[in-house]
Nanobody, 129 residues
């Protein structure tokens, strides 16, 4: 699976952005998709995940209620709608794919970056105060 993330940019605090991640290659609908982010000088952290069927989602506490993950399997694309952005959301955002045919997310698994099989190149989000 090849992943291509896009949609990053510069936005003021309180603003919104929508990230997209287009997948090509193997069957997109067989993969749990996740978003991670890495701020300068910090480790990569989990942001959100969605099951292959979109029936299950999970969010980091820091983004819950502000970010929404979704997917369109017909378009082989996963999205991350980010609202009420804060300066601390500034980071490079990465999409990732993990092979799974389970309808429900296994939380302890989807939050761990090393358990994902494929990664996109990242897109930079900068939130100014």
């Amino acid at each position: 699976v090849q992943l291509q993330a896009s949609g990053g940019g510069l936005v003021q605090a309180g603003g919104s952005l929508r990230l997209s991640c287009a997948a090509s290659g193997r069957t997109f609908s067989s993969y749990t998709m996740g978003w991670f982010r890495q701020a300068p000088g910090k480790e990569r952290e989990f942001v959100a995940a969605i099951s292959w069927s979109a029936s299950s989602t999970y969010y980091a506490d820091s983004v819950k209620g502000r970010f929404t993950i979704s997917r369109d399997n017909a378009k082989n694309t996963v999205y991350l709608q980010m609202n009420s952005l804060k300066p601390e959301d500034t980071a490079v955002y990465y999409c990732a794919a993990r092979y799974s045919t389970q309808k429900a997310l296994t939380i302890v698994v989807v939050t761990i970056s090393r358990l994902y099989d494929y990664w996109g190149q990242g897109t930079l989000v900068t939130v100014s105060s």
